[in-house]
């Protein structure tokens, strides 16, 4: 599986990245995220693949978003017995955010991304479109930082772990009120926090690696990106907790609906028995194999921005897998037409 879908999700993050930069600074978010969408489709069908989305755009049918539940790849025909092998027939699960961090194209901030993950079919975490409480830290914090623990216990274990002062930690939060008193208690602890506005996928892959100075994210975001998360974590080795909030009173956004119950209903009807349970990357991205790839849109401090030439562009993706044990940065020129150069840098 991973061989031949390994080269080729890096073109479907990149040409997603590519289509959503155009958008960049333009303020139409809805655009920068529809045509990263559009882009990624396309290049999907031409993969001989048998994708299903799990994880996508929202759990309506309404094209042009890729659905949940939709089929990709040209192994998806009713007749693709007739042009695919064997092995491209096998079914796999793809989860995808096009476009991780819509306002930030949109205003033309930093860390903004196109995402996606890859298992075999069932191997990542069919999640609903509600909330996650999240805990993400690096691969020698792994199994001993604890979402069940209080961010000051866990600030002190991370300390330990990565030999270094409290005061030498800096955690990623979400800005949101949500979070006033996490962001207190952080700072009360002694470590700093990094307020981000949007963006939480790029924040807990900043952990998995030293020398990004982020050694946690702690807070609520989205489960489908923490499923994302999670997928990318697992194949580098970090720590990634999750548990799903399905409370509105706790995120006090109403884009879960007004009611507790309505949404407890919800989860039973997807057959999770328990909603309080802790996932953590391994139950959340479970396959054997687990692929994850990014391709920057704008620069973050992981992966830069698509830098567009005359006549091209160029990107960096990368690629995580827990099969090959790689992170591999891929660094592409793009050429739309004869370019009059070819950048370098
Ligand atoms: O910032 C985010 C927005 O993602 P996207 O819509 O794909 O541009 C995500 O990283 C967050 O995880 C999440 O979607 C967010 O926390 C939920 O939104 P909010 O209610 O504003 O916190
Ligand atoms: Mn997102
Ligand atoms: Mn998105």
Redo the contacts with the bound molecule.
Sequence with gaps: MENTLGLEIIEVVEQAAIASAKWMGKGEKNTA?QVAVEAMRERMNKIYMRGRIVIGEGERDDAPMLYIGEEVGICSRPDAKDFCNPDELIEIDIAV?P?????LVAYGQPGSMAVLAISEKGGLFAAPDF?MKKLAAPPAAKGKVDINKSATENLKILAECLDRSIEELVVVV?K?ERHNDLIKEIREAGARVQLIS????GAALSCGFAGTNIHALMG???AP?GVISAAAMRALGGHFQGQLIYDPAI?K?G?IGESKEANLERLQSMNITDPDKVYDAHELASGETVLFAASGITTGNLIQGVRFFHGGARTQSLVISNQSKTARFVDTIHMFEQPKYVQLH
């Design positions: 995220d955010d476009c991780e961090g819509t306002n909330y979400m949101r949007d963006g939480d996928v609520i975001g989205a990106e995120v956004t884009l």
